[in-house]
């Protein structure tokens, strides 16, 4: 029997969709979506998204109901996963990160390690930079035992994209639980300023405004500065992240766009950063919701925090509540908001 979701639940985006069959896929459950992306301007399937779900089903070789863009229903079954090398191009400027996010759970376990090739846009608003899922993402998927490899060939900005990254994903038998619900001590703030198809001082002027933004506060950060001139149209862009001596990372990130100051850029990334260690908590807003969906395949007890309790979020943790056998729990603590929850511990 197929799970039915309502994709105007909560926040009502992407993310819904993008859970969902992610966990289909994975736990090789039907799943019917309805009204997605009702409360959009623009409702229905765009590009970025049918890009994940026919991805998804081809990893999957999955019967696909509503696969077309403006579409509002779909209804996806999965049969058997694959694995080895594929190419994925999204066409647009749409989000590389947000397919890798669809597709990291099921490749995870999937029967032999994957490699995948997605072209797209890598620096775009609403969506996390490749940048963060390369020095966020991984190392906290990497707590649970799960490696994912994010490599950088080409940057691709909003409007034309043409960015490509290389994905390698080492199947696991099954993921660990992490119970770190405080942040710990700062033993490393690093970062990176892009500037593509623009003047090098784009990128070195968002990289000082970073910098002198954390030095007031305290801390000294590495921010290394990338100009290229390989892309198909400019852009630039901040990414930040900060280690503790409890192997937590949390991030913070801003984009460049026209009329923008570079100085502008630089301390909105490191406002985010300091918001966020100012907290104590484990986990920034962005990665909280990413995280559950590992917490809850974990085995064992996962507990968490965020600094910020988010509708992604709530809309995530109610998503994967409907796939799996599991509660969540989210308790105050301090300036904190912990999330608990007991896992799985599911193994193909």
Known sequence: MAVRIDGSYGEGGGQILRTSIALSALLGRPVEIVNIRAKRANPGLQPQHLTGVLAAAQLTDAEVEGAAKGSTRLFFKPKSPRCGTFDIDIGTAGSVSLVIQTLAPMLLFAPCPTQLVITGGTDV?????????????????????????????????????????VVKVEPVKRLVAVDSPEFGRVVKIAGISHAVNLPSHVAERQAKAAREVLA???????????????????GSGVVLWAVSDLGNVVGGDALGERGKPAEAVGREAAEKLAAVLKTGASLDPHMADMAVVYMALAEGRSRLSTSEVTTHLQTNIYIV??????????????ARHVIEVEGVGFSR
């Open 125 to 165: 608003a609403w969506a996390p930079p490749v940048d963060y899922m390369r020095h966020v993402f991984a190392p906290v998927i990497a707590r649970f035992g799960g490696r994912v490899e994010i490599e950088l060939i080409r940057r691709g900005h909003y409007p034309k994209g043409g960015g490509k990254v």
């Open 216 to 234: 007031a506060l305290g801390y000294s950060a590495d921010v290394a500065v990338e100009t290229r001139s390989d892309g198909l149209g400019p």
């Open 321 to 334: 509540e409907q796939f799996l056998p599991v509660k969540f729990r989210l308790e105050r603590a301090g």
